[in-house]
């Protein structure tokens, strides 16, 4: 299945034969340090800048209905965001993996998009719609 939107990763993942948990970084769009004007103005138009990690968070499938509900979550945490990124990290048996495990995993995953390597992470916009990178 080709994953499109933030429903079709909830689809995806309730498919698979081991409960998962998902991860999800946050991350606000940002001006470079010492842009240049053409940097300025990419930004400006809304293109460009660097996607600096501000939030990161896991859930269970359970805990996920749509991405209405985890837009509405993280407003309450007042971090602002253009960008969420996620994962997925499967269970072992009949039970997803607990926050506790997933903290190791979600800190690499910040990790790797501090270093801009994010290829390997689905990226959606706020309203739920993947967002590709070029």
Excluded: Y
Aim: proline share 6%; charged share 30%; hydrophobic share 40%.
């Amino acid at each position: 299945m080709s994953i499109s939107s933030f429903a079709d990763l909830l689809t995806e993942a309730r498919r698979q034969p081991e409960p998962q948990r998902l991860l999800f970084v946050f991350a606000r769009a940002e001006l470079p340090d010492h842009p240049s004007a053409a940097q300025r103005e990419r930004f400006e138009r809304g293109e460009g800048g660097v996607l600096m990690p501000v939030l990161c968070v896991d859930k269970t499938l359970d805990e996920l209905s749509d991405m209405a509900a985890l837009v509405e979550e993280s407003r309450r945490t007042e971090v602002e965001w253009d960008i969420v990124f996620a994962a997925a990290l499967a269970g072992d048996g009949h039970e997803p993996p607990s926050s506790d495990e997933a903290e190791l995993p979600l800190q690499r995953m910040v990790e790797s998009l501090q270093q801009g390597t994010i290829d390997n992470f689905l990226a959606f916009d706020r309203q739920g719609d993947t967002v590709s990178f070029h």
